[in-house]
């Protein structure tokens, strides 16, 4: 047997000698064997450089590397990844690919274990090659299949024997099928989901599709399994037992993602068990809205990506169970498996954990947007035969899942008939959930209108119906399918979506994108992104846009959404004392929470309490009254913070775990008062004012007390983030970039004046950059009352700003510092538009501690609404509130580095103090920031008081 053929490549067609698709389940009495493990692995640079003969019998593979499977074998040291967002990395001509084509050989030996049965069938089972491969046995050819995230089966009873078997995969990196896979994402070849010998005894369970529905005017579920083979079909709890094929209706609980109650049963033929987790609830369409047994829903979602920073897309199942752990206690309620079917085992812990899916085919041929879509193979009838096996592959394999209720068709693949045919397919075979779509406008072959990036008035005027389009679309609810971009520091304009996401019906809610940074983890550069890894073509940190960074720890974009969607929300004055308690669940009471109140005054905690949960149905509200104040509540700034808690130990969290929070303000807070009593009193070098020493001829601070300081002096310039910079494609002013050009970035301070006066020491100055006519008029009028400096910025523009500012405040050095406290917005950051998560109060951090790790290192680390903060033997109260940062590197080094490696620590450590900072939007792919968040060039006066610390 020799084969050099290698037109299977690049044929259009799905693949051959696959078994017909079926359900997939977990688990079942019949025998299996795992042939994950280390496989014997050869890298060829082309599709058809080597023979086929190591698939032959006692082929002599010693001189081979080894490769763990699941895996990728550029993440194993054999190539490298390459990361582009749309475009194709190869020249675009389909079905042809190059003729370099990375051709990786894998072999695996095994043996049956001894109480395998010597009877019945057996196949083998991939759950997800990229992107094309080439299947033997014991050196019979079995097939060959495309469809990398989708599982692909073949009968191999008739083939296998008890010892010193041979499964040989040839596995192309580039085929037809990677034209269909244009996914935003790393380009990761290998056998990169598990690979499993399924023992099928005689009468095994076939396909088969579990029909649970729940409804909600009777209480009542339905029940109807279908089989392949038939068989009985056995719920204990229910007292079920009934034949394949026959309906039942039985009162239970219905499951719902905030109640994800299952009822496990058995599906039994003659040879085989196969557990079933039944969830019994109904999807419809109704009103114009999307309903679950009988109610609206709002989806609080988040598109997800397999990722992990060693391993690419080979999850295994504690990292998803991390995943679907940590969406739900941030308040996620949804997932949209972006953008083919996750791993099989993953919707088995929404269905157990509870989380609505949008399961999204394996589709994508965005790179065609670049020649107006011609050719695109969606539009094309000889590739329809692919996508409708795509189709079927993902909707046989995840149709018994409860959590699943929308069927995506794929992404960002243009339109065209052979969408359409799997639109009719899907619609066919499963006509109990809806079709999602986002590319299809017009809503032609879909029953929800969804869109990306849309900005914020757009959405309004669809949430009041004034959108327009086909008489259709007009009649379906609407999604975001994407939105809130959060790549580097941000999403900011969360909470201003969910605003329109609660006042219209229409608007059913959003998934942001996306929930994890596929940054791979890099030996030199921390975390390795698009170009690291010398790419022709690539799309640098776009792939790093996620909630959670690459190790999962949570990005403060997701503290802020976890905010912004929480369930429960309370509404009050804290001075009368009476809150409002509103039930945001969909389904849920609020028996499964605990209230709990404390007082604070000046940020510390006076007294705390509890109080009875009240149990509002969900959406509607109750009052509250909280208790009588302490009465030594001393005078100061005063307020009722109250949290929802969970009362129990729940799947998902441990009792305790906030849920819901919000802060009452009671008493206002006393501004710091500095009386001058002091002069200025001059030497030949130094001015002295109080505790301040300042240099005579630039009136700059030397130090207060013993801390030395240099600066401070006025700062307009951050680090530009990501969505300061925006997407290349944007239309709107792109800030970041005209920041830059207007010279933000290298503003010249000009000395007008050093005046010592009866009572203050005043410095006038222009801060403007080359080039430019504008300006900032900036006067620092220094004053003491022999105690404390108190330092007054007023800063005048002038000329003609045409742009906002990054941030306005002063910027100075400490030669030390480490520990910080302070009275304020925390614990973590905040900017103007991602601020809902910012609670007020004492917090405590170290200077390394304060800076949030951005994959590529941008402006972050803001403290918001601060009253003091003390730090480097220094305290620094404000008036009014600031923002602080401090660092150990300057601005601009921070905007130099490519990588979070390239960051040092220099001697010195630098402190922003800031009256405003600009919105941060989510511009690198959606609305900047909205003009309430913009931080306007406009006459401004603020004030610092400084004293030493003893
Ligand atoms: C969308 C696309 C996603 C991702 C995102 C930007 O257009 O569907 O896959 O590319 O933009 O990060």
Redesign the pocket.
Known sequence: MSFRTTTYVEDVSPGRGALPPRAWYPSSDAKSLSLNGSWSFRLSATADAEDDSFATEGYDATDWASVTVPGHWVLQGHGSPIYT??LYPFPVDPPHVPTDNPTGDHLRRFDLPEDWPADGEATIRFDGVESCARVWLNGTELGEFKGSRLPHEFAVGHLLRPGGNVLAVRVHQWSAGSYLED??QWWLPGIFRDVTLLHRPTGAVGDFFVHASYDHVTGEGTLLVDSEVAGRVTVPELGLDLATGEPVAVPVEPWTAETPRLYDGVLATKGEQVPLRIGFRTVVLEDGLIKVNGKAVLFKGV?RHEWHPENGRALDLATMREDVLLMKRHNLNAVRT??YPPHPAFLDLCDELGLWVIDECDL?THGFTEQGWRDNPVDDDRWTPALLDRAALMVERDKNHPSVIFWSLG??AGTGRGLTAMAEWIHGRDPDRLVHYEGDLGCRDTDVYSR??AFHDEVEQIGRGLDGGTHKRRELPFILC?YA?A?GNGPGGLADYQELFERYDRLQGGFV??WIDHGIRHPELGYAYGGDFGEELHDGN?VC?GLVFPDRTPSPGLVEYKKVIEPVRFEGDGADGTVRLVNRYDFADLSGLALEWAYQVDGETVEAGTLAMPRPAPGSSVDLKLPEPPADGRGGEAQWTVRAVLAEDTAWAPRGHEVAWAQLPVTERVKPTVVPAAAPVSGERIVRLGPGTFDARTGALLRVGGVEVSGPRLDVWRAPTDNDDGAEWQTDLRYGLLWRKFGLHRMQHRLDGVESGTDALTVRTRVAPAAWEIGLDTVYRWTTDGDRLRLSVSVTPQGDWTVPLPRLGVRFALARADAVRWFGGGPGEAYPDSKSASRLGRWDATVDGLQTPYVRPQENGARADVRWVELGGLRIEGDPEFWFTARRWTTEQLEAARHLTDLTPGDRVWVNLDHGQHGIGSQS?GPGPLPQYFLRAEPAEFSFVFSEVR
């Open positions: 967002n749309h996914q935003d598109n972006s953008h994508e992404n960002e990306m990036y994407e971009h790549m994108w996306e776009f846009d792919c």
